[in-house]
């Protein structure tokens, strides 16, 4: 498990901006509500961020947006110094060849054994050599194979990645994220259709893999306890709008809890 | 009608055992029957006096036609294999050509609008034409002879196939595609890794099913010249030797059969692991 002391300390020092959100907007279609209302966030080097905040708040269509897989209505967002907004189709892969995306839903190709999917995450550097493993580069194959190994699972290299289980299918999906080599983790809801020692293994290994790495990590949670074990600090999202944003020491569990409790009321 | 109207505001009224039918369906009942009153008059019949004839004369035939005759076997088994060898060719060449076609036909990978209007249009056109006016046309421009029937063959499996093919690819859980596009993964990529292997099963058993269809239509094809045995039963037919036609149709009947057997078998185990 990572210390997030030890972590923030290591911020404090060398402060370079990892990603900067300003005024953001998203409107998914004309005339109805608007996702994301002028979201500002700027978050620095190393730091893990916790995005909390009730469904349909805007933390997946934030996580999307970075990347540009929902594209932005209005406000500008860079990554690693990189302007996403305005990139060109092949900037753009540049950015997202850079940042490691981990989906709920895992979105794994089924079908394709373990091995093949990691090989994937090679697409970005090597291009379309590593759609198959077949045509691969013969360190690219070495990588993934590592990568496999670094989550546990290179005895399942050749399994079909549909008879894994769920916590499997998300540890060979964070080893397809960490065969891109990325410099950001955006991760939404990574646990949420995960039992709960799977869950806690996936949180584990994405936290110690971003701290060896010294990656940034913005992961949307609705586990107030998970967001306040592993982050440090703590984002909360309503209806679009950023409703508070500290760092994880100023934060308790009833505080973040109540963002849930009054959207019920 | 007014009475029942006031009464119902004041208790449950029964139900009306027939209702009266929609202007739809009666305009429906009233073209369908003009259609087949003017079939009669035009010939388009089924009178009982011909139909017994019919039967008598297809006795006739059966009469003929046993035992069959065997004794042209070898060139027809050869003009069978030909016939074979073009629906194969023309499914592969075909299936070949769908799979770009039904990208660019699916509105979830296709490059551009106009490409995906340009594709569903070349689909749609494949398609609607039957194989045996492509039979004709194709004739016309390469000349009598297997090829055409392959041109044929391949022009009606990419209607099928690039149609299925879309569909599949139309169908695929949005999500895959998104996880390799944040990878910054290259389109061809994201085609090649991703949208292949998920469309596999779909495309192997659309792809069956059109070797099937094409077995069929590859032995009519002979019968405007395309090539294959249809040739060879035409003349045995226009020739009165109902023995050899009969030789003829029982080895296309067990091609057929074994071509639907193998598709079946390929198909379940796709399907089955």
């Known amino acids: ?265 | 009608m007014s009475g029942a109207i006031s009464e119902a505001s004041t208790r449950a009224e029964l139900p009306a055992r027939v209702h009266r039918p929609s202007l739809l369906s009666l305009v429906i009942v009233l073209i369908v029957g003009g259609l087949l009153v003017h079939g009669w008059t035009q010939g388009a019949t089924v009178r009982p006096d011909s139909l017994a004839d019919g039967v008598f004369r297809l006795g006739e035939f059966v009469e003929d036609a046993v035992p069959p005759d065997v004794s042209r076997i070898g060139p027809i088994l050869k003009a069978l294999l030909v016939t074979v060898e073009m629906a194969l060719l023309g499914t592969i060449i075909g299936v070949i050509l769908s799979l770009p076609l039904a990208v660019f036909a699916a509105r979830n990978t296709t490059p551009h609008w106009s490409l995906y209007g340009v594709s569903r249009a070349v689909i749609t056109v494949s398609r609607t034409i039957p194989d045996l006016v492509w039979g004709l046309i194709f004739v016309i421009a390469v000349g009598l002879g297997p090829e055409a029937g392959v041109l044929a063959i391949t022009v009606d499996v990419m209607g099928f196939c690039g149609r299925f093919f879309a569909e599949a690819i139309e169908d695929i859980e949005p999500g895959r595609i998104e996880g390799l596009r944040a990878l910054g993964a290259p389109r061809a990529g994201v085609l090649v890794g991703g949208v292949l292997p998920a469309c596999l099963p779909s495309f192997v058993t659309t792809s069956m099913f059109a070797l099937e269809s094409s077995a069929r239509s590859s032995v009519v094809l002979g019968l405007v010249g395309a090539g294959g045995i249809g040739i060879e039963l035409a003349t045995s037919m226009t020739l009165l030797r109902y023995d050899e036609a009969a030789t003829i149709i029982l080895s296309i009947l067990g091609v057929v059969v074994v071509f639907e057997r193998v598709s079946a078998e390929i198909r379940r185990r796709v399907l089955g692991v």
């Open chain 1, 1 to 265: 498990m990572v210390a997030p002391v030890t972590r923030t300390a290591g911020v404090t020092t060398r402060a370079d901006t990892a990603i900067e959100v300003t005024d953001l907007c998203v409107r998914y279609r004309r005339n109805t509500a608007v996702a994301l209302s002028g979201v500002d966030l700027r978050v620095p080097d190393g730091q893990t961020v916790a995005l909390i905040g009730t469904n349909g708040a805007g933390k997946s269509t934030l996580l999307r947006c970075l990347v540009r897989l929902i594209e932005p209505t209005e406000g500008t967002i860079s990554i690693g110094g990189a302007q996403v907004t305005g990139a060109s189709r092949r900037m753009l892969r540049e950015i997202r060849q850079e940042v490691g995306f981990v989906f709920q839903r895992f979105h794994l190709i089924p079908r394709l054994t373990a091995f093949h999917n990691v090989v994937h995450g090679g697409m970005g550097r090597h291009g379309s050599r590593c759609a198959w493993p077949v045509t691969a580069s013969a360190g690219a194959r070495r990588q993934a194979m590592e990568c496999l190994d670094r989550v546990g699972l290179a005895a399942y290299a050749e399994r079909r990645v549909d008879t894994l289980s769920g916590g499997q299918q998300q540890r060979v999906a964070i080893a397809r994220m960490l065969m891109q080599e990325p410099r950001v983790i955006l991760a939404d809801e990574p646990v949420a259709s995960l039992d709960p020692a799977s869950a806690g293994s996936v949180m584990d290994l994405m936290c110690a893999i971003a701290a060896e790495r010294d990656v940034t990590v913005i992961v949307a949670l609705h586990q107030v306890d998970l967001a306040l074990r592993y982050a440090d600090r703590v984002v909360g999202l309503r209806d679009g709008v950023v409703e508070f944003d500290r760092g994880v020491r100023d934060c308790d569990a009833a505080q973040l809890n109540s963002v849930y409790a009054e959207a019920v009321t």
